[in-house]
């Protein structure tokens, strides 16, 4: 079945500094992917819809120069949290739609725990 | 705006018994899609079940299934045999077509956790 990698799987970080999140499609094109955010014990909160060769989709609330989306292949999405501060600290969550897989399932990452201290 | 409302934070049940995770929804849509997902302590997402709306057909999968009423927007899930590994959160999904980003997107209900006991 559809697979999604995602990279780091967990990530510390200085205050002020950049991190970047990796969304891998394995074994299928997605031309569109999902980045949530999901605080302890809560729901998941979508913040972005990525487009291959075109720029994101982000929700209302969501500062676009903060979280920065890149969709340059098919296969590959990243999401880097700029200049990072605590309360940026969170659990983030990509998935993806197989196309030719099931209908309108779409597959979740293992998700990235960011801590920022 | 379309909602996804889940009333039971947490649950427990007795291993192989049976439990119902209720799930209530608002839309002005007449087709669309619910899922109902699973998240162990991992936080690795599974599909557990999915319903189309057109369907009037409640969805099954193995120990679980669905009673879907559509009419009153209500989409809640059984689990029967209850076994260990079923202790998770469990999130109600609906899924729309984003005008905006021309794609279909999901809208998850809070959760509730669910704990099967040995």
């Known amino acids: 079945g559809a697979v999604v990698s995602q990279h780091p799987s967990w990530v510390i970080c200085k205050s002020g500094t950049s991190v970047k999140i990796e969304c891998r499609s394995l074994d299928f094109q997605a031309t569109t992917m999902f980045w949530y955010r999901q605080f302890p014990k809560q729901s998941l909160m979508l913040m972005a819809t990525?487009?291959?060769?075109?720029?994101?989709?982000?929700e209302q609330g969501v500062e676009k120069d903060k979280f920065l989306i890149n969709h340059a292949s098919l296969t590959l999405s990243t999401l880097t949290v700029t200049s990072a501060h605590p309360e940026d600290s969170s659990f983030y969550i990509c998935?993806?739609?197989?196309?030719?897989?099931?209908?309108?399932?779409?597959?979740f990452g293992s998700g990235t725990r960011l801590t920022v201290v | 705006a379309q909602t996804v409302t889940q009333s039971q934070p947490e649950m427990s049940v007795q291993e192989a018994e049976t439990v119902t995770l209720s799930c209530t929804y608002d839309?002005?849509?007449?087709?669309?899609?619910l899922f109902w997902y699973k998240q162990p302590p991992s936080r690795q997402m599974i599909l557990v079940i999915r319903?189309?709306?057109?369907?009037?057909q409640n969805a099954t999968e193995n120990r679980f299934s669905v009673n879907f009423q559509k009419a009153a927007k209500s989409f809640s899930l059984k689990i029967s045999d209850s076994q260990l590994g079923d202790t998770a959160m469990y999130f109600c999904?609906?899924?729309?077509?984003?005008?905006?980003?021309?794609?279909?997107?999901?809208?998850f209900g809070t959760g509730t956790r669910l704990k099967v006991l040995a």
């Open positions: 990525s487009n291959e060769g075109s720029k994101a989709t982000y």
């Open positions: 998935s993806a739609r197989d196309p030719i897989g099931s209908n309108y399932g779409y597959t």
């Open positions: 319903q189309e709306a057109y369907k009037q």
């Open positions: 999904a609906f899924m729309k077509h984003s005008v905006t980003s021309g794609t279909y997107k999901y809208i």
């Open positions: 839309t002005s849509e007449n087709n669309y899609y």
